[in-house]
């Protein structure tokens, strides 16, 4: 080896203390730049799964309600319709409703907001056994979450109460109340889950839909055929 | 380095080979490699709007599917003899309670006496009121058979 390293004729260039510093600060500059990205990125991922969570959550909350309501019986329908005392408020249901599980049977199931607030409020769910319409040894059993325990967001539910059938004009239209006085049974409950989160102030997760409590009487010897069609179109929201 | 191996260029001094001078980087050069830089970032952040997208989706299209099934309810609670007399508006409504999604519902009575209820929902990405619906944004349908 000769030690040389470059043609003959054509001197080596060396790089200067200038083009050094440019370039290291050319360097820093992207880095600052990737870094900026990956950060963001990690943020966003973040604030997805919270909002994942929160969706996830109402999604199965709305499943427990809508089953809860669709198994439900009007006291009317009862042998003894004493035994149980429905209640239909703005934050509070409390409905005669067939439960599963390890004891199955008739229980009257009250749903209501948890106490507190911030990241350990909940909704409750509370299941007292109907007296002597119940099989087994069902007791009371204590107050648990509906759905999942939420994690780092305050769930809300409302309901709202149809007690006369919508009438049909270019529009369906419902009168929804806030709530119904004792002894009525309504024909729609509107059931709305709410969660707000820091990270989406202006776009909450919203689910809202309504559910016919048990039997219609109109709809008495009817009979649904199991054709319901869900189809996704492809949104590009 | 000796202070020989530097030229002046314009009022520049550039180092160089002797006899050879060298080139800067030239307009084009310049906008070349800022448009490659512009194209990555874009690529990057493209990415990271396309990660919220699916959360986005996936919570229009619950929504959409909850009122479509909250329209069923309320028009399954309608008693039947109405039911059969209704002319729903052919052009898609918006939801009262939320009025960025729309809806259409169809009945349809069958020759065996059972009614054929659909609604279909959408939702609209514009803010815009007063526009016809974009049916093309249909997210849900859904159906029911009363007999």
Known sequence: MSGRLHAPGLRRKAVTLIELLVAIAGLTVLSLVAYGVYDQTQAASLKIARRQAAIDYALLAMKELTLLLENAVAPANLDRPEAVRPEFKADRLAVPSYVEGASPGLYLVTVSPGEGSGEGAHLLRRESPVAGLTSGEAEQAPARPLGLRPEGFEPRVRFRYAVAPPRLGADVQVDYREELEAGLWPVLVEIVIRIELEDYPTNPVELRTAVIPGRLPSLAGTRETAATEIAARGARP | ?147
């Open chain 2, 1 to 147: 380095m000796r202070l020989s191996d530097r030229d002046e260029v314009n009022g520049w001094t550039t180092l160089s080979p002797k006899g050879r001078k060298r080139r800067a980087f030239s307009v084009v050069e310049l906008i070349v490699a800022t448009a490659v830089f512009v194209v990555g970032v874009a690529a990057i952040y493209d990415q990271f709007v396309r990660t919220q997208l699916p959360s986005k989706r996936r919570l229009l299209q619950a929504q959409g599917r909850l009122l479509a099934h909250q329209k069923l309810e309320e028009i399954r609670a309608v008693p039947a003899e109405d039911l059969l007399q209704w002319n729903p508006a052919e052009a898609f409504r918006p939801i009262e309670a939320q009025p960025r999604f729309h809806y259409k519902p169809t009945v349809a009575a069958r020759p065996d006496g059972a009614v054929d209820v659909t609604v279909a929902v959408g939702w609209d990405p514009s803010d815009a009121e007063g526009q016809a619906f974009p049916e093309g944004q249909v997210i849900v349908v859904e159906g029911r058979s009363l007999l």
